[in-house]
């Protein structure tokens, strides 16, 4: 019985993965908006009723998806620091890693990246699930700052009485141990890195920045400052 089970759990392993690799076919065809599962079934000659087995609905299709893009890229960004952790890089040299294999898989992965930062998919509303997933590139920036604190320090920036408040709150929601000042700066710096990276993507720096690899560089960092790492 036990070797049938293995065998079964295999099959559907293999079908799982079929399924999902034939989705992001589509998306990168056509696009999430249209991505159905009729269409899926129908591209690897399977009957509907047999893919509503893996996936019920378009929706938890996609939800998988987008945590295995979360989760690949949150792999990338873990493995970017270790790897400067273990050579004893500081904390600024983990940061601009980090930054840089975020901009690399995103490059390598243009249509999982949009499916994540890109335009929201009609109609579908990403469950909990893909919180502790897409938490994980912020988590690695996080521990980034907390060593940095616990050891040199950080040059705390500046931030306005009115927004103190919410800042303390960030912290204690996600970012316990930083001072509030740096909290509110990562969240900055971490919609400003999304955002280079998905100017550079989606073409609005044509005909703008042309020496892109060392354009990002000064601009990871720069956010590494703004964040108050020590420069060396």
Same mark, same amino acid.
């Given at each position: ?54 996936? %019920? ?9 987008? &945590? ?15 790897? &400067? +952790? ?26 999982? $990246?949009? +499916?994540? $930062? ?12 893909? &919180? !502790? %997933? ?10 980034? +700052? ?11 920036? %500046?931030? %306005? !009485? ?10 204690? /929601? ?9 909290? !509110? ?10 955002? +280079? ?13 042309? /020496? ?14 703004? &964040? ?5």
């Amino acid at each position: 019985m036990s070797t049938v089970r293995g065998a079964r759990e295999r099959a559907r392993i293999e079908v799982t993965a079929a399924i999902k690799d034939e989705a992001r076919r589509m998306l990168a065809a056509e696009g999430a908006a249209k991505l159905s599962l009729r269409a899926v079934a129908r591209e690897l000659g399977m009957v509907s009723s047999a893919l509503y087995r893996y996936f %019920p609905s378009r929706d938890e299709l996609l939800t998988a998806l987008i &945590v295995d893009a979360y989760d690949s890229l949150g792999a990338a960004a873990e493995r970017a620091d270790a790897d &400067v +952790l273990a050579a004893g890089g500081a904390p600024l040299a983990r940061w601009t890693a980090v930054c840089a294999a975020v901009r690399s898989w995103a490059l390598e992965h243009p249509h999982e $990246y949009s +499916l994540i $930062y890109g335009s929201p998919v009609p109609g579908y509303s990403a469950p909990m699930d893909t &919180v !502790a %997933p897409a938490s994980r590139v912020a988590n690695v920036l996080i521990g980034i +700052l907390r060593t940095a604190h616990a050891g040199r320090g950080l040059a705390l920036p %500046p931030l %306005p !009485a009115a927004l103190r408040p919410e800042a303390v709150r960030m912290t204690a /929601d996600f970012a316990e141990g930083l001072p509030p000042e740096v909290t !509110a700066a990562l969240v900055a710096a971490w919609a400003h890195l999304v955002g +280079l990276i998905s100017f550079e993507l989606f073409g609005q720096f044509n005909r703008v920045v042309q /020496d892109r690899d060392a354009f990002f560089a000064h601009a990871a960092g720069q956010l590494a400052h703004a &964040v108050g790492l020590p420069v060396v």
